[in-house]
């Protein structure tokens, strides 16, 4: 909010009142305009944000202005290592956050969008390397611009494209057999070392697979796999599912006051949540 600031000095019974300047309440992001920004925006605050994203390496996607999932789930990826609720809001703490720990070129940012240019905007990237690709214009006028696509529903209320409903069940049960006790974000890490597993040359290729790996998850081991997830399980593979890897790209955990395993402690660790170390 801008406010005009006045001095007052009294003097006897004369009052004496100087205009001084214009200035910013310390609370405000200049950075930013004041609307909570959310999924199905569209518009300048959205480049921002996606741009200062990429910048810290939460967001890969293209630069265009449109709040999509894949922004969504970069949004909650940041708030969580940075310590925030994590919601997917954009309001004025998140704000706050991005500003003070990225950078923002403006001018450089709406150019190449405006100009239709594929781009990134890494920190640490000369901006000669980051233009990757201009797209043909034709003659030298700007691209026209072009409408942001229809809203959607997320089709991760239903199935996700790539995961049947018995990879979702069994993951599920899983999570619940390994960490029904840990802190959400815990279970969602377990949910992520399952399918990082899933997407490495050195485990099965399938959910499945994964989970049933002879001695790969005790919960299979000791017959817990088999207990009713609870929504919270359910929930956690979700966000798992949608992006969300507070595990830091693991493929292991253990808990340190039950691992009985010297090879598990060599592997190099990543992070503690919960009871679990999360490693590679």
């Known amino acids: 909010m801008i406010w005009k600031k006045m001095i007052i000095i009294g003097l006897g019974a004369a009052l004496l009142i100087f205009p001084v300047s214009e200035w910013t309440s310390v609370n405000s992001v200049e950075a930013f305009s004041n609307q ?8 300048d605050d959205v480049i921002e944000l996606q741009a200062r994203l990429q910048y810290l390496g939460f967001y890969n996607g293209n630069i265009d202005g ?5 922004t969504y789930w970069a949004v909650r990826n940041f708030q969580y290592e940075f310590g925030l609720e994590i919601d997917g809001l954009v309001g004025e703490e998140v ?3 991005l500003t003070k720990a990225s950078k923002y070129d403006k001018g450089f940012v709406q150019e190449q969008v405006r100009r239709g240019n594929d781009f990134t905007y890494y920190g640490g990237t000369p901006k000669t390397q980051q233009v990757k690709q201009q797209k043909p214009k034709g003659n030298q ?4 611009k072009q409408e942001p696509p229809q809203k959607q529903e997320p089709t991760a209320v239903n199935v996700p494209s790539g995961y049947s409903q018995n990879d979702i069940q069994l993951m599920a049960n899983a999570v619940y057999g390994e960490a029904r006790g840990e802190p959400y974000v815990g279970q969602v890490a377990v949910a992520s070392v399952i399918l990082n597993r899933v997407s490495s040359a050195t485990f099965p290729n399938t959910v499945s697979g994964v989970i049933f790996e002879p001695r790969a ?3 299979v081991s ?3 796999i088999w ?12 966000d798992a599912i949608n992006g969300w890897d507070p595990s830091g790209q693991a493929i292991y955990y253990f808990n340190p006051n039950t691992a009985t395993s010297d090879w598990i402690w060599s592997r190099p660790q990543i ?6 170390i999360f490693c590679k």
């Open 95 to 97: 704000k706050n956050k």
């Open 227 to 238: 207990l009713q997830p609870n929504e919270t399980a359910k929930e956690a593979v979700m």
């Open 271 to 276: 992070k503690k949540i919960g009871k679990h």
């Open 141 to 144: 006028e700007p691209p026209q």
């Open 36 to 43: 909570v920004i959310q999924h199905g925006a569209t518009g």
């Open 222 to 224: 000791d017959g817990q």
């Open 66 to 70: 449109v709040f999509g999932w894949g």
């Open 217 to 219: 998850f005790t919960a």
